[in-house]
């Protein structure tokens, strides 16, 4: 069946995508063969597809399709996140869309909703994925909420627990007040914003003196306990033992000594309020002072807030601010510039916070990871991240993996009495029941005496086991998909979360398999928009990739996404390249149309020209192969593409199509026509990553293929020498033939009007390619000579001169006053360049690629003036 003249994006896409699930060619089973694994980043349940998404899944599926190609039982899982604070958040704002409130419903209720809210919006994203070709496995598809995801996680808690790694802390935490939940330290971005410095005044008990203390933050003078100085600041001296009265609320408090003061900062008197500051607080537990937290869980001031109870902490701020004035203890504002710690997930302004949390500790589970690293038995792309990772693990602080959520795993702690102890941990009710009365002592004690921790983990506490748990590892550690796919080869990821989620999985992975869990991390940088900005939805700088898919195909997309997009470095996302990316589609696509239009004969005998053009492009096909390989070994690939594109579009169509066609109206041999496919065939196959769909479109074509035949699953070509030397013979005769083109297109020479060719053979150039240059420049013949003709236009190749003879071709009289003027206007542009090269001035402070390109030009208009000053004396 003739093909389309147009390619049809969506319906091949379409077509080949159900063609490929329907016969199973992206499920994984155990077998003999070397597998291949990744499992993919999970993305959030509810999230859509973004540029990131995109990137990052391009990326997976050109891997796992190259190495399904070099025969690996290729396994990639898919799966999404629970993302426990994204997912409450949302569910929370559905319900009170519905008039109901949180606080007014039970957990189990509150998770019938939560799991409600995720079957009819969660998966959206992986649909998405399959629209974009990604080649997943499907049916091995997991949520970090599954039943079995779960349970590993659970029973990771309680054996670190026992352990001894797992502790109950009362401690200041990183508190989001819009999602009510501590936050871990990796979660907490740093903004440098404008504020205010206000100096107020605080009386001296028992006198009308006053001193003098700097804060950014009024509303917490409301919990202050202590004043500090430094024993060594002879300001203050007369300040020891003595009190200090708190504004507003006139609390009197203590002036303590402590050298951790810096005598030359700020006023040198520290206001100390160990609820809400961590510094602060590490003061008030050596001088046992009092803690009193103004805030409730929601940044509201409480009842010690007085008057303020109720109100915002940044309206409360300002409002505090005013009666300070009107006291007249405000001093003096001054601008400050402060680094605000914000939620990485809710924006919100962070409140360090005193809490009862559950930690894990870090430094000496982190060590194995830190050096799987540094011995490179775990490779980072590109390794600059290496120092980032490393600076991260030797500074590692223990992780607060509770959350003060419901959507996630609840914590497996049961309590059975008011004793800060009355605690035991364990994976089940039952187990709980029989701990704890071993513990408590009481044998009486029934399960409807516990009461479990309502807090759940940390999303990324289920995450950091992802490529152990898809496999079952955690609850079988001896099962064998276990045994067969772990450790994974590649990770695939951004390098923000190299923290939060790749160095807890190889720390993971030492803790439970006592090995890595994959060998390389391919880095990838962010998306980021032409001015350099990164794509959000809140600056409307982000293209839907579905409406790019629709537009351009997923393989113009895929193509586009890894024009630019270098290991660790951002890419600048153009739509622009989603056009390059679609037109390299219609590319392979008509020059298969070219190929099948063309008349096949059984009797005729190739063509000098066609043998050598497809021996040219065989080796070619090997140099660009083994380059390729190289890209990949190193994961350069946005190079592979490059180098495979270049191939195809310069070498495959614009060459050797060009090369072997035959002359209109007539047939190609047989033998030229299936070798010809053959080398179609070997392009499709290194193509299949970047571009699945129209690949195994054109190859289903060709000729009729069994399931077991299907371009998915066929054989990379093999790697073989390469004769370097008739590359490089042909890199020379393609000059030649661009020199040719030139002439008949600058001079109106019609193709279909055969020309003299005459060449001086000054680099004494093999004729290897003599009839590819008399058929590519449709030329009576290549003939050598040994001295320069009369009547020629004239151009070079290196030294070689050579010559096409006009007589009756072209108007020599015009021609000439034409080389006259241009050979004018040329030597006036070097006129020019030579002036600026002879300025010292220019050359000493011009930037040196600068100079180099003025030299450069000034190297083309010499050739080009001996050249044109050739054909003048050719011609006169």
């Known amino acids: 069946m003739a093909l389309d003249a147009k390619y049809n994006a969506q319906k091949i896409e379409d077509k080949w995508y159900s063609y490929w699930m329907q016969h199973g060619y992206f499920h994984s089973e155990v077998d003999e063969r070397e597998p291949y694994t990744i499992v993919i980043p999970?993305?959030?349940?509810?999230?859509?597809?973004?540029?990131?998404?995109?990137?990052n899944n391009t990326l997976q599926d050109v891997l796992i399709r190259r190495a399904r190609l070099k025969g690996f039982n290729a396994c990639w899982v898919p799966g999404t996140d629970h993302a426990s604070i994204a997912t409450e958040a949302k569910v929370v704002a559905k319900l009170k869309e519905d008039g109901i409130h949180k606080a007014d419903l039970s957990r189990e209720v509150f998770l019938e909703h939560a799991w409600e809210w995720t079957?009819?919006?969660?998966?959206?994203?992986?649909?998405?994925?399959?629209?974009?070709?990604?080649?997943?496995?499907?049916?091995?598809?997991?949520?970090?909420?599954?039943?079995?995801?779960?349970?590993?996680?659970?029973?990771?808690?309680?054996?670190?627990?026992?352990k001894g790694n797992i502790y109950r802390g009362y401690r200041m935490v990183n508190w989001d007040p819009q999602a009510k939940t501590t936050l871990s330290d990796e979660e907490v971005i740093y903004q440098e914003k404008q504020g205010n410095l206000y100096y107020l005044k605080y009386q001296i008990e028992g006198s009308e003196d006053h001193l003098t203390i700097a804060t950014t933050r009024p509303e917490t003078i409301l919990g202050d306990t202590a004043i500090c100085i430094n024993p060594n600041d002879d300001r203050f001296k007369h300040l020891k033992g003595k009190k200090a009265i708190v504004p507003i609320c006139n609390r009197v408090i203590p002036i303590i000594e402590d050298e951790y003061v810096d005598i030359e900062f700020g006023t040198g008197c520290l206001k100390v309020t160990p609820a809400h500051d961590e510094n602060d607080k590490m003061l008030g537990d050596k001088h046992m002072l009092e803690v009193i937290d103004i805030l409730n869980e929601d940044a509201t001031l409480n009842s010690f807030g007085m008057h303020y109870q109720g109100k915002d902490r940044f309206v409360a701020r300002k409002?505090?601010?005013?009666?300070?004035?009107?006291?007249?203890?405000?001093?003096?504002?001054?601008?400050?510039?402060?680094?605000?710690?914000?939620?990485?997930?809710?924006?919100?302004?962070?409140?360090?916070?005193?809490?009862?949390?559950?930690?894990?500790?870090?430094?000496?589970?982190?060590?194995?990871?830190?050096?799987?690293?540094?011995?490179?038995?775990?490779?980072?792309?590109?390794?600059?991240?290496?120092?980032?990772?490393?600076?991260?693990?030797?500074?590692?602080?223990?992780?607060?993996?509770?959350?003060?959520?419901?959507?996630?795993q609840q914590i497996p702690a049961f309590y059975y009495g008011d004793g800060k102890e009355d605690f035991v941990v364990a994976e089940t009710l039952d187990e709980a029941v029989t701990e704890a009365r071993k513990k408590s002592g009481n044998l009486n004690l029934v399960a409807a005496q516990l009461t479990q921790d309502?807090?759940?983990?940390?999303?990324?506490?289920?995450?950091?086991?992802?490529?152990?748990?898809?496999?079952?590892?955690?609850?079988e550690p001896n099962n064998k998909e276990i045994?067969?796919?772990?450790?994974?080869?590649?990770?695939?990821?951004?390098?923000?979360?190299?923290?939060?989620?790749?160095?807890?999985?190889?720390?993971?992975?030492?803790?439970?398999?006592?090995?890595?869990?994959?060998?390389?991390?391919?880095?990838?940088?962010?998306?980021?928009?032409?001015?350099?900005?990164?794509?959000?939805?809140?600056?409307?700088?982000?293209?839907?990739?579905?409406?790019?898919?629709?537009?351009?195909?997923?393989?113009?997309?895929?193509v586009g996404m890894l024009l630019s997009s270098p290991a660790g470095n951002d890419l600048m996302f153009d739509e622009d390249l989603c056009k390059q990316g679609s037109a390299f589609v219609n590319k392979i696509w008509n020059a298969y149309r070219l190929i099948e239009g063309w008349e096949?004969?059984?009797?005729?005998?190739?063509?000098?020209?066609?043998?050598?053009?497809?021996?040219?492009?065989?080796?070619?096909?090997?140099?660009?192969?083994?380059?390729?390989?190289?890209?990949?070994?190193?994961?350069?690939?946005?190079?592979?593409?490059?180098?495979?594109?270049?191939?195809?579009?310069?070498?495959?169509?614009?060459?050797?199509?060009?090369?072997?066609?035959?002359?209109?109206?007539?047939?190609?041999?047989?033998?030229?026509?299936?070798?010809?496919?053959?080398?179609?065939?070997?392009?499709?196959?290194?193509?299949?990553?970047?571009?699945?769909?129209?690949?195994?479109?054109?190859?289903?074509?060709?000729?009729?293929?069994?399931?077991?035949?299907?371009?998915?699953?066929?054989?990379?070509?093999?790697?073989?020498?390469?004769?370097?030397?008739?590359?490089?013979?042909?890199?020379?005769?393609?000059?030649?033939?661009?020199?040719?083109?030139?002439i008949r297109k600058e001079k109106n020479i019609s193709f279909k009007e055969k020309i003299d060719f005459l060449v001086l053979n000054h680099e004494h150039v093999a004729p290897t390619f003599d009839e590819v240059i008399a058929k590519s420049g449709n030329t009576q013949s290549v003939t050598y000579v040994s001295e320069k003709p009369e009547g020629a236009l004239t151009y070079r190749v290196k030294s070689n001169e050579y010559f096409v003879p006009i007589a009756g071709a072209i108007d020599v009289k015009e021609e000439i006053a034409k080389l006259k003027e241009e050979l004018k206007y040329t030597e006036g542009f070097l006129k020019s360049v030579q002036g600026k090269l002879k300025n010292e001035k220019f050359v000493s402070g011009a930037p040196e690629k600068v100079v180099a390109m003025e030299k450069q030009k000034e190297a083309d208009a010499l050739a080009k003036i001996e050249t044109l000053k050739a054909s003048l004396a050719n011609l006169q």
């Open 454 to 475: 309502p807090d759940a983990l940390d999303t990324w506490f289920s995450s950091w086991l992802w490529p152990i748990s898809v496999f079952g590892g955690i609850l």
């Open 42 to 55: 999970p993305p959030n349940v509810t999230g859509v597809l973004h540029m990131g998404h995109m990137l």
């Open 600 to 742: 096949v004969s059984e009797t005729k005998d190739a063509d000098a020209a066609g043998v050598i053009a497809l021996k040219w492009y065989k080796n070619r096909f090997q140099k660009t192969l083994a380059e390729i390989e190289d890209h990949y070994s190193k994961y350069r690939i946005s190079d592979a593409l490059m180098a495979t594109y270049k191939l195809v579009w310069d070498d495959f169509c614009s060459w050797l199509l060009e090369m072997v066609k035959p002359a209109f109206g007539e047939p190609i041999s047989k033998k030229t026509y299936q070798e010809v496919i053959a080398i179609l065939e070997d392009n499709l196959r290194i193509l299949h990553p970047f571009v699945p769909f129209i690949s195994e479109e054109i190859w289903q074509h060709i000729s009729e293929r069994t399931p077991n035949e299907a371009l998915i699953i066929t054989k990379w070509p093999e790697l073989t020498s390469f004769d370097d030397d008739l590359i490089k013979e042909f890199d020379f005769a393609s000059e030649v033939i661009s020199g040719i083109r030139t």
């Open 319 to 408: 409002e505090i601010v005013n009666e300070l004035e009107a006291l007249g203890v405000l001093e003096k504002i001054e601008q400050h510039t402060n680094k605000i710690g914000t939620s990485e997930r809710t924006g919100a302004v962070i409140e360090p916070r005193l809490s009862d949390q559950w930690f894990l500790k870090m430094k000496d589970l982190a060590q194995p990871a830190l050096d799987a690293v540094l011995e490179k038995e775990v490779h980072l792309v590109p390794e600059k991240f290496i120092n980032t990772y490393r600076h991260w693990m030797e500074n590692v602080r223990d992780w607060n993996i509770s959350r003060q959520l419901w959507w996630g």
């Open 119 to 162: 079957h009819k919006h969660g998966g959206i994203i992986l649909e998405q994925l399959k629209k974009l070709g990604a080649s997943c496995d499907w049916e091995r598809t997991k949520f970090t909420m599954d039943d079995d995801m779960s349970a590993s996680v659970i029973k990771v808690f309680v054996d670190l627990y026992k």
């Open 483 to 558: 045994n067969y796919y772990y450790p994974t080869n590649d990770l695939v990821t951004a390098p923000e979360i190299l923290f939060f989620w790749v160095a807890r999985m190889i720390i993971a992975g030492y803790e439970y398999r006592n090995e890595k869990p994959f060998t390389n991390v391919y880095l990838t940088g962010i998306v980021r928009d032409k001015q350099r900005r990164k794509m959000s939805k809140s600056l409307g700088n982000s293209p839907d990739p579905i409406v790019l898919m629709d537009q351009y195909g997923a393989d113009g997309v895929r």
